[in-house]
Nanobody
Framework: QEQLVESGGGLVQAGGPLTLSCAAS????????MGWFRQAPGKEREFVAS????????RYADVVKGRFTISRDNAKNTVYLRMNSLTPEDTALYYC?????????????WGQGTQVTVSS
């Protein structure tokens, strides 16, 4: 059973950066795409970004393109989300997800989430 543990959330001022990390454990992650979703209060969970195992397939939601960067260190079974130019609209609970294949359209595994709060 794969476990995903997020870290790096917190309170940040608008315009500032923040980097989230997600460490996977419990099984070999080879071949698994990993990514990020978020859920703001009163809203549905939405896709943010994903990366295939080798990094050849990377996807971003339109609202974060140009501001967020996803990367992964497969030796550490870890995926990162570098977030720049944050706005209060980015405030949400951010979840890490994993799915075998190139994308995380239907994640098989989820983390517990890490809160990101952007103050204006």
């Amino acid at each position: 059973q794969e476990q995903l543990v997020e870290s790096g959330g917190g309170l940040v001022q608008a315009g500032g950066p923040l980097t989230l990390s997600c460490a996977a454990s419990g099984r070999d992650c080879s071949g698994y795409a990993m990514g990020w979703f978020r859920q703001a209060p009163g809203k549905e969970r939405e896709f943010v970004a994903s990366s295939s195992w080798g990094g050849g397939t990377i996807r971003y939601a339109d609202v974060v393109k140009g501001r967020f960067t996803i990367s992964r260190d497969n030796a550490k079974n870890t995926v990162y989300l570098r977030m720049n130019s944050l706005t209060p609209e980015d405030t949400a609970l951010y979840y890490c997800a994993a799915q075998y294949g190139r994308t995380v359209g239907r994640p098989q595994y989820w983390g517990q989430g890490t809160q990101v709060t952007v103050s204006s």
